[in-house]
């Protein structure tokens, strides 16, 4: 996530990397504290994704597809990408973890200066460049949140960010519950603290005490369905991806949406890997196989057309 390094900077695009976390998702049971800081047991979250450049975390994603990351636009500037991987079905940051090359990136209509449409596809080769030497290492894909306009959930939001603004980063995979709130609840608590402005392809949530921070963007938001205890009811709602501050009373972490994305997130699989069925479930099945291409490309693709009014 983006945190801003002051509050008195009138840009978007003078931010800094951000966004830490903690709770416990034990079996989905929600056990957390007030101030939000637990480590996430083994397994429990096999959606999420260290991008590493020389091996160090540098940005959150979260897997979509056998072959496919999703992350924050933001993250993707300035990489030369013959150095970064991604690191799948990881907890501990200092094991030997499964690591794929990324073969492609693709990026929207991507501002920094506002940060709309903070996303960007990540296609991984489809051989690991390193294997964890773990055989109960997993990494499962999440399905997508089709919905828009989600609010008044908690949710929880994870990755390997720093635990507070001056704080370093963990090793041990972290999380945090945040309530989602509503476009207009949203607004008036960002114009409150600064003269940011959000747009209708933002999720909100949070308020201060349990947020992301530095070395989470890129990262999910994910939404789980109360009356469900298995992993596949829960879906990714929203990338993180700017804030004011880590865990400022008062304001909001910054998500975009998924849900405004799938049809664009979908267009692009297919374009590069071939036909995909959208199932009940929001997750995206392959249905022709493509050839591996060892070169990594950066792509800037089409407009996304959102309204940013």
């Not at 101030?35 to 450049?53: D, I």
């Not at 949140?145 to 720093?162: F, I, L, P, Y």
Request: aromatic fraction near 8%; proline fraction near 2%.
């Amino acid at each position: 996530m983006f945190v801003f390094a002051e509050l008195s900077r009138n840009t978007l695009s003078e931010v800094v990397h951000v966004i830490s976390v903690a709770y416990t998702f034990s079996g989905l049971s929600r056990k957390y504290c007030e101030f939000g800081k637990y480590q996430v047991q083994e397994c429990e979250m096999p959606w999420q994704v260290s991008l590493q450049q020389h091996g160090s975390h540098f940005c959150g994603a979260t897997l979509i597809g056998q072959h496919w990351a999703v992350t924050a636009a933001h993250c993707t500037r300035n990489i030369d990408y013959n150095h970064v991987t991604a690191m799948v079905g990881g907890w501990d940051l200092n094991e030997k973890n499964t690591e794929y090359d990324i073969k492609k990136v693709i990026v929207g209509d991507y501002h920094s200066a506002t940060m709309t449409n903070d996303i960007a596809l990540l296609r991984l080769v489809s051989k690991p460049k390193k294997r964890s030497s773990r055989v109960d290492q997993k990494a499962i894909p999440i399905a997508l949140d089709q919905r828009q306009e989600v609010a008044d959930e908690e949710c929880v939001v994870s990755g390997w960010g720093r635990l507070s603004e001056s704080g370093s980063l963990p090793n041990i995979l972290r999380a945090t519950m945040v309530n989602l709130l509503t476009d207009d609840k949203c607004q008036e608590m960002v114009h409150s603290a600064s003269s940011y402005k959000t747009f209708t392809t933002n999720l909100c949530a949070g308020g201060g005490e349990r947020d992301a921070c530095q070395g989470d963007s890129g990262g999910p938001l994910v939404c789980c369905r109360k009356s469900s205890e298995e992993v596949s009811g829960c879906r990714l709602s929203g990338i993180t991806s700017w804030g004011i501050g880590c865990a400022t009373r008062g304001v909001p972490g910054i998500y975009t949406e998924v849900g405004h994305y799938v049809d664009w997130i979908q267009k692009h699989i297919e374009e590069e890997d071939g036909h995909l069925r959208q199932l009940e479930d929001g997750h995206l099945r392959q249905l022709v196989k493509f050839k591996e291409d060892s070169n990594p490309e950066v792509v800037e693709v089409e407009n996304l057309n959102r309204n940013e009014d």
